[in-house]
């Protein structure tokens, strides 16, 4: 038997992104946003109703998408709970770190390991696409192999059922290798 909930945003998992513009005055600020993901090799979409980064994106034409690890969980909450609109020190608040991302007119936050550093590409019906420029990553969070290394942070996803954060697990299987036993 199956219990029916109606429409919900039941999807597992969330990402918990930290988007960062400039304003036109060069001030950066963030928002916490979860309904995205990556909808192409090069692009990221993110349901973004009006905000205050919303606005700045469509004026700057850029924006970074950075990765809310459990490290940072309390500073990644308040920047989605207060608004930019209303508290014009919020980045300072947060306690976070910028610094100007080399490839596009957008804050990089020091302390979250990976950043997507956007172009702005479209916004339709509510969903901000950005054309990802580069990946950054700080080099203290790379393994071994050169690449991310999840065992040095712990990204975090948001659970809308319950309105929790969950940390990330272990690898559990190869993706496009375990599924080769069934061919």
């Known amino acids: 038997m199956r219990k029916n909930?109606?429409?919900?945003?039941?999807?597992?998992?969330?990402?918990v992104f930290?988007?960062?513009?400039?304003?036109?005055d060069g001030k950066p600020n963030?928002?916490?946003?979860?309904?995205?993901?990556?909808?192409d090799t090069d692009k990221i979409s993110i349901a973004m109703s009006s905000h205050k980064t919303t606005d700045n994106i469509l004026k700057s034409k850029a924006f970074t998408v950075s990765i809310g690890t459990k490290e940072y969980m309390?500073?990644?909450?308040?920047v989605g709970l207060v608004s930019g609109n209303k508290d014009k020190n919020k980045f300072k608040k947060s306690g976070f770190t910028e610094v100007k991302s080399e490839f596009v007119n957008a804050p990089v936050i020091q302390?979250?390991?990976?950043?997507?550093?956007?172009?702005f590409y479209?916004?339709?019906n509510e969903v901000m696409v950005g054309k990802i420029i580069n990946v950054s990553c700080d080099e203290k969070y790379l393994g071994p192999d050169g690449?991310?290394?999840?065992?040095?942070?712990?990204?975090?996803?948001?659970?809308?059922?319950?309105?929790?954060?969950?940390?990330?697990?272990?690898?559990?299987?190869?993706?496009?290798?375990?599924?080769?036993?069934?061919?």
């Open 74 to 78: 309390e500073a990644c909450d308040y």
């Open 30 to 39: 963030l928002m916490n946003a979860a309904w995205g993901g990556i909808t």
């Open 5 to 15: 909930f109606g429409v919900k945003q039941f999807l597992y998992p969330m990402p």
């Open 111 to 119: 302390e979250l390991p990976i950043t997507l550093e956007c172009e």
């Open 147 to 183: 690449l991310p290394d999840l065992d040095k942070f712990t990204p975090i996803t948001y659970d809308p059922i319950h309105q929790d954060y969950i940390e990330l697990g272990d690898a559990v299987g190869e993706a496009f290798s375990i599924g080769k036993e069934k061919m």
């Open 18 to 24: 930290i988007i960062g513009s400039y304003d036109s």
């Open 122 to 124: 479209s916004y339709e």
